[in-house]
C-alpha cells in the first residue's frame, strides 16, 4: 500500500474507515520510516494538547459565566451552576462555587473532548454523568482494602452521604490519572466530581488512595458530601454486600 | 434576546473551558482571547433563536468564534498578527497567567498563517473532524487537509525535536 503523506495524516487523525486503517497499520508494520512518520506527527499532536489543555483548568472568568447565566430567566440569587440538567432532589453538595464548578466541568469536557474517551468509563445520560464499563465494575465490586495496586482503577475512600446514600472517590491508571467522586443512585453511580491532575501528574501506579493524593475539587466535594467518617473496611464490604442501598 | 432555556445555558457553560481553549489557541494570550470568547458569547446569545434544545453547540459556537477572530483581526487591519511573538513576550509577565512560561508550541502556533493556525486548532487541538472544520471554516475538505498538512509541516520544522517528545 501507497503510503502518502495525506494517508498517514488521515490515519493519524482517525479519518481512516476501519478497513483502510488496518491496511495502513499493516504496511506500517514493514515501513519503518512511515511509522516514524507517524511517531512524529502524533508527537505533535500530544505537544499542542499540551500546550493549550492547561487552558481546560483554569476558572473561567466571571464576566464569561455571567453572561451565559444573565441569559436566561432570572436567575434566583446565589444559585450557581447546575451540574445536572434535570436537578432532581439537588443534594446540598451540589451547589458548587462558581470557580470550583467550571474547574470540575472544564476538566469533564476535556475528558468528552477527547475521542479515546468516548468509549471510556462514562456514559451521559440526560446530561448526568454515569460510570460505566471498567470504572462502574470498580466502584460496584472493589474494596479499597483489597484492591491491586495495579487495578486500572483505584478506589479511594467510601462514605455516606448527607443525603444518605453511597459514595465513593477513585482514580483511573489510564488517562493520566483522572480522579473523581461518584455516588450510588438508582442509574448507577453518578459522577459528581471529575478532576484531571494534569500533564504534570505523578507517573502511574504512584497512587495509593491517599486522600490527600486526591485534586482538590474532589477533596473539596467529599467534605461537603460527606455524613459522619468514611467508611472502614467492614462498613466498606457491609455496604457492598447491601449493593451500596443507602437509604 | 430570546431567553435560553436551563439546558442550553448549561451546556454553554460546560462548553466555555473549551471555546477558551480554541480562542487562545487563535488569538494566543488570554486577555485577548477572552475577549474573543466574550464577543462569540453575545452574538450567539443574540442569534440563540437559531438554537433549539439537543442541537450540536458545540460546532456552532465554534464557527461563531471563529468568525469573530477573523472579523477582530481585520478590524486591527492586521497591523500585527493578533498573535505576534512580541505579545507572546509579555505574557511571560502575565500575574493572570497559569503558565509561568509560553511554551515554545503556543509560540510556535503563534508563527502559522491564520489559514493554518485555525484547522490545526479545530483538528488536532479540538479534536473535530475534517469535515466538521471544513464547515466550521467554510471551506472544502480538501483545502483543510492541504492546509493541515502544510500547518503540521511549518510547526514540525520549528518545534524540531518533537519526534522525540513521541512515547
Known sequence: MNLSEETLMAYVDGELDVQTREQVEIALASDPEAARRVAAQRALRSTLRAGFDPVLDEPVPARLLSLVRASGAPATSGKVLPFRAKPVARTPWMQWGSLAASFILGALVWHFASRQYLAGPFTEQHGVIVASGSLARALSEQLASQQEPSAAVQIGVSFRAKGGGYCRTFRLQQSDGAAGLACHEQAGWKVEVLAHPGPSASPQGQYRQAASALPPTVLQAVDEAIAGDPLDAAAEAQARASRWQGK | ?167
Open chain 2, 1 to 167: 434576546m430570546p431567553p435560553l432555556s436551563e439546558a442550553l445555558r448549561d451546556e454553554l457553560v460546560e462548553l466555555l473551558p473549551r471555546l477558551r481553549r480554541f480562542a487562545r489557541s487563535l488569538a494566543g494570550n488570554m486577555s485577548d482571547a477572552d475577549d474573543l470568547v466574550q464577543i462569540a458569547l453575545e452574538r450567539a446569545l443574540a442569534r440563540s433563536d437559531q438554537l433549539r434544545d439537543g442541537a450540536p453547540l458545540a460546532g456552532w459556537m465554534f464557527g461563531i468564534l471563529r468568525n469573530a477572530w477573523i472579523d477582530e483581526a481585520r478590524a486591527r487591519a492586521r497591523r500585527n498578527r493578533v498573535f505576534a511573538p512580541e505579545e507572546l513576550g509579555e505574557q511571560v509577565a502575565d500575574p493572570n497567567s497559569a503558565h509561568a512560561e509560553v511554551l515554545p508550541v503556543q509560540q510556535a502556533m503563534g508563527r502559522l498563517s491564520d489559514e493554518q493556525r485555525e484547522v490545526v486548532s479545530l483538528v488536532l487541538i479540538e479534536g473535530l473532524s475534517y469535515r466538521e472544520a471544513a464547515d466550521i471554516v467554510g471551506v472544502p475538505i480538501g483545502t483543510v487537509t492541504s492546509r493541515l498538512a502544510r500547518g503540521r509541516e511549518a510547526l514540525q520544522a520549528m518545534l524540531g525535536g518533537v519526534e522525540q517528545e513521541s512515547r
